[in-house]
C-alpha cells in the first residue's frame, strides 16, 4: 500500500511540475504576481509529494517488503539496518528519486530563503527548476518505476552489492548529488537572466551562495568517492581516470570556473557571458555524467544496469534542455552589456585566465572520456584511454593554475601594479625554491616531479598564508591592530584562504603519495617479516570468521618500528554467499606523514599467502586537503552578506559598484 | 558583430556534434574486444585432446574448408545458452565445427559434453588458456569463423543467438563456401 | 660434451625455475626487470574488467598476462616487443595509454589545440573590451537631453 502512495506521490508531482515549468514563467512575463507566486506553492507542493515517495521507498527497504521489484532486486534481509536505508539510492532507479528528491529540495529552499529574490527572476528561476523535474520525474514513472511490484512476491532478495555495503560510499551518492543537481540552481539563475535579458551584478550576488553550496558538496562527494576507492579496492590507488570518475569531475572543474567567474560578475559587472555560459556548461556536464553512468555507452566499474533504451530518453532529455539552453544563449547573450574595463594584469584577468585554464582543462577530461567512443563510432576500430593519457595531458594544464592561485589574490581589481605583485610574491618564491632544493637533495625518487610538486604546493601555501600577514599588517607592530584587521577580514576572504590553502594540501598529499609510494609484493608464511620504509611488518597468518552477511579471512600484521610496536592491521578477504561476490578490506594506519597499507591475496596452496604492502607517503593530505577545500565553501557561505542578499534593485538599478581597495575580497 | 555572433554559436555547434556521437554510441557496446585477428592466419597452435573419446585439435587441422571454432568451458553458463544452437548447426551440417575447452578440467568438460551434447568435430584442451591467449581470447564464449585458406575472418563475442546466427555467421558463411 | 650436458642441465633448471615463476605469479628474481615488469603491468588494460590494469586486477586473464609479461622480459624482449605483442592479439585496446596513431592524433593533440584556442577566445576578449569602450550603462547626450525632457514635462501637473 505504502508503495503505491509513493508511486501516487510521485505523478503527483510530475504534474505539479508541469504546472510549475509553465505558469510562473508565463507570470513573469505578464508581471502577474498571482501567477508568479504559483511558483513558489508548486515548488513546495512538488518537494513534499517527492519526500512522500522517497520515504515510501525507503519504508520498503527498511520492512524487506520484497513485492517491491526494486526491493528484491537489491536488498536482503540480512542485510544491516544502515545498509538497507543506503540501498534505496544504492541502484538506478532508487538513486533517480534520491536525484529528483534534491532537486525539489533546492527549489523549495529558492521558495523558503529566496525571499529577497525579485518575484520575476524567482518564478523564471523555479520555473526552470519545474522543466529539469519533469525531465526526471518522467524519466522515473515512464522507464525506471521504483515502485513496480513482484508477483509473487520473492522470499528474499538478491541483495546489495557487498562493495556497496561500506560507510563512505553509503553516503558518497547523497554529496555527490547535492553538488550536480545543486548547480541546477545556478543552471536555472542563467535561463531565467537570458529569458529576462538582464544580468547585472545583483543577479551574480544571487547566484554565488548556490554555486557555493553545489561546489562545496560536489568536493565533499568526489573526494569521499576516492577515499572509499583507496581502502576498499585494495590497491592503494585512488583515482583512475575511470568515466564515472571523470563524469563527476568535470562538473567540478567548470564549477570551479563558474564560482570565481561569477565573483568577478559580481564585483565588476564583467564577465557575463562567460558566468552565463558556465553556469550552462557545469550543469550541462552533470546532466551528461547522469547520460554517461545510465546508458551504456562507456564502461566502467561503477556503471548501474546500462540500458540503451534508457540511454535515449536521457539523451532526448539532454538535447532538449541542453540544446535549447546553448540556443538560447546564442540567441540573448550578444545582447549582454558588459560593464567594467580592465586591464590583463588584474584581478579580473586572472580570474579570465582561471576561467581558461579550467574550462580547457575540464574539455580535456571529456576528449579523453568519449574519444574511445568517438574513434568506436567512426568505424576506426577501438582505442583505450587510461590513466597514462590523462596525467600525461591534465597535469601541465593544472601547474599554471595553482601557480595562478598563489599570485591571484594579490592582485587588485582593475589593474595590478606588477613591480609590487613581485615584491609580495618574494616570500612565498623564496619558501618554495627552499623546498625544491630540499626535495632534490633527498634524492628519494622520481626527484622532478616529486620536488616540482612539493615546491608548487609550498609556494600556493605561503602565498595564501602571506597573503594574510599582509593584510592584517603582522608584522607592522601592534598586534592588537592586526587581531582586529583580521577579525574585520570578511568570512569569504577567509573562504577563499581556506579553499586555496585545501588545494596546497591536496596537491602536496598527491605528488607525495605519487611519487614515493612504495609497494612490496611477496609471499608471505606465518612468522615471516618484511621491512618496508623502516617499518617491519610481521605477518601471524590468517583466520576464518564470519561477519553478519559474509564470510571473512582476517589476516593479521603486527608493525613494529625499530622494534616498538607501531600498530596491528587486519586486512581482510571477504566473500558473501548470496551474491557469491568477494572483496578486499585493506588493514591501513594513518599517519600524518603516510599510510601503512596491508593486503592480503591469494594463498599459494603451500601454507604461504601473497601479500602486497603500500606505504604511501602524506595520502591523507589529499582527502583533508578536499575538505578544507570544501570548508572554506561553507565558510565563505557563512558570510553576512550572502545571507542576507544583495541590495533590492530599486529605481536606479545600478550595480553597486566593487570598492577598489585591495582589502575587498 | 557578426564575427563575435559566431563565437556564441560555438555551443551549440559542438553540442550538436557531441549528441551525435552518443546517439550512435547508444547502439555500440563499449566493452566488446573484436579481434585484432581479422584476415590473419590463425595462430599456430596444437592442443592435446580431452580424454581418449575425442582428438584434439591444432592450426594445421585448419583449412580446406570453412570452420567455426568456439571456446568454451564448463564453468562458463552462457556456454550452455548456447550449446543447443552449436548441436543444431552440428547437426544440420553447414559447417565443421570444433571446440577449444577453455582452463577447463577434462573430466568436468566430459561430464559436461556428456550431458548437453558434443557438437564438436575436434576439441583441443587448452588448460593453460595460453592458446586462448594467442587468439585474443578474452572470456567465454567467443567463436571464430575460419576460412579455407586458415584466416580468421570474424570472432563473435560472447553466447550466439539465432539472430547472430542469422544476420552475421550463417551469410559470411555462405559467402566463404562461394 | 661435458660443457654441453651442462648446457641442457642449465636451461633446464632456468625453465623450470622460470616455469615455477609464472605458476605462482610470483615475482622475478632480479629487482630491476621485476619493476619493469610491474610498470608495464600497470599500463595494460585488464579486458575482463576492464577499468584496472593488469597489475591491479585479479581476474584469471589479468594474471595470465602478468606471467607473460614476466615471461617474455624473462626472455629478453624490450618493452616496444611486449607491447606489440599483446596489441598482435588484443587490439590497440589493450593499452592504457593510447599509441599516437592518426586515430589518436586529436587526442594526443586536442588538449593543445583547446588551450590555444582557448587563449586566443581570451586575447580577442580582451582586444575586443577594451577597445569597444564606454558600451556601459551611462547616458550619452542625446538620451541625457530626452531624460531632461521627461523630467520636466512630469513636473508639469
Known sequence: MIAEFGHIALIFALTIALVQAVVPMLGAARNDERLMLVGNTAALGQWIFILIAFFALMNAYVTSDFSVANVANNSHSAKPLIYKIAGVWGNHEGSLVLWVLILSTFGGAIVLFGGNLPPALRARVLSVQALVAIGFLSFSLFTSNPFERLAPAPLDGVGLNPLLQDPGLAIHPPFLYLGYVGFSIAFAFAIAALVEGRVDAAWARWVRPWTLVAWSFLTIGIALGSWWAYYELGWGGWWFWDPVENASFMPWLAGTALLHSSIVSEKRDALKAWTILLAIVTFSLSLLGTFLVRSGVLTSVHSFASDPARGAFILGFLVIVVGGSFILFALRAPKLRSGGLFAPVSREGGMVINNLLLSAAAATVLLGTLYPLFVDALGAGKVSVGPPYFNTVFIPLMTPLILLAGIAPMLTWKRSDLAGMFARMRVALGVSFLVLFWFVYQKWGNTVFGALGMAISAWLAVAVLWDWVIRVRLLEGSLTGSFSRAIRIPRSTYGMMCAHFGVAVLVAGITASSAWKIEAIQVMEPGDSVSVAGYEYLFQGVSQTQGPNYSVDRGHFVVTRDGSLVTELWPENRFYPVQQQPTTEAGIHTRWNADLYAVVGDPDGQGGWSTRIYHNPLVVWIWLGAFIMAFGGVLSLSDRRHRIGAPRRSQDSLPISASRSRTAH | ?178 | MKIWIFTLVALLVASLSVAMAFENDSPLEDPLMESRARDLAKEIRCLVCQNQSIFDSDAALAKDLRKIVRERITLGDDNAAITEYLVARYGDFVLLKPPIKPKTYLLWFGPILIFLVAGYTVLQFFKNANKVGRKSTSLNSLERKRVKELISDTEVE
Request: hydrophobic residues 40%; charged residues 25%.
Open chain 2, 1 to 178: 558583430m557578426n564575427k563575435s555572433r559566431l563565437y556564441f554559436l560555438l555551443p551549440v555547434i559542438i553540442f550538436g556534434v557531441l549528441c551525435i556521437f552518443l546517439l550512435r554510441g547508444l547502439s555500440l557496446d563499449p566493452s566488446a574486444v573484436p579481434t585484432a585477428l581479422t584476415d590473419k592466419n590463425v595462430p599456430i597452435f596444437d592442443l592435446p585432446a580431452l580424454d581418449d573419446q575425442t582428438i584434439g585439435l591444432a592450426s594445421s587441422d585448419l583449412g580446406g574448408e570453412v570452420s567455426l571454432i568456439n571456446v568454451f568451458a564448463s564453468w562458463c553458463l552462457p556456454c550452455r545458452v548456447e550449446h543447443p544452437l552449436l548441436m543444431k548447426m552440428a547437426g544440420d551440417g553447414v559447417v565443421a565445427l570444433h571446440g577449444i575447452n577453455y582452463k577447463d578440467e577434462s573430466k568436468d568438460a566430459r561430464a559436461w559434453l556428456d550431458e548437453l551434447g558434443d557438437p564438436f568435430g575436434r576439441i583441443g584442451a587448452d588448460r593453460d588458456g595460453r592458446v586462448g591467449i594467442e587468439l585474443g581470447v578474452y572470456g567465454v564464449p567467443e567463436t571464430f569463423v575460419i576460412d579455407q585458406s586458415g584466416r580468421i575472418r570474424y570472432k563473435h563475442i560472447g553466447p550466439i543467438t539465432q539472430r547472430d546466427l542469422d544476420k552475421y555467421l550463417l551469410p559470411l558463411i555462405e559467402k566463404l563456401n562461394q
